[in-house]
């Protein structure tokens, strides 16, 4: 008898919890199949903030940056991640409980800078929204959800290490 299903999961986060829950605990690889991306865009025309990491399961980071705010135009990189790094990354994002999590986020005021965590393994997918600042959180009476507190700040780690990256390339790759 085979170990696979005999039709495909009808639930893209079941789907996502059982191919994940693989990677974290050592039952297979990383691949190519799997993705996170984290964005973090918006703002008003002329002072539009647009910031992008993927990284993909072998470890492939690419990222990009726009802050019309701070004067920088678009600004890109590329890089490879330890294994260690992506499969830890993948472990925060389980142990977050973010796959558990049914609310995606929104609705948002116009102009909010919004951000959005997207989570693929082999063609299922599930995206979470919110706003990243508190302040702005706090204002439009918005609450991160427990996964999101726990995941947040392991992105903003990462991206904070990105973007000190990309603010200080001297051109455009």
Known sequence: MSSQPDQPFSDTT???????ADITRGARAATAGERLVYRVA????????????QIGGTGDLSASLLDE???IGRRELTRKLPPE????????????GLLEESDRGGP????SVIASVTVESDGAAITHYFLPDKDRRAAQGKELS???????P?????????SRDL?????KR
């Open 14 to 20: 079941e789907s996502l919890k059982i191919r994940l």
């Open 42 to 53: 918006g703002g008003p025309p002329g002072k539009r903030l647009e910031s992008v990491i």
């Open 69 to 71: 705010m701070r004067g």
């Open 85 to 96: 790094d992506v499969t830890n990354l993948i472990r925060a994002v389980v142990d977050s």
């Open 108 to 111: 948002f005021l116009p102009d």
């Open 146 to 152: 427990r996964p999101l507190q726990i995941l947040h």
């Open 154 to 162: 392991v992105l903003e780690r990462l991206a904070t290490r990105v």
């Open 167 to 171: 603010t200080s390339a001297r051109k």
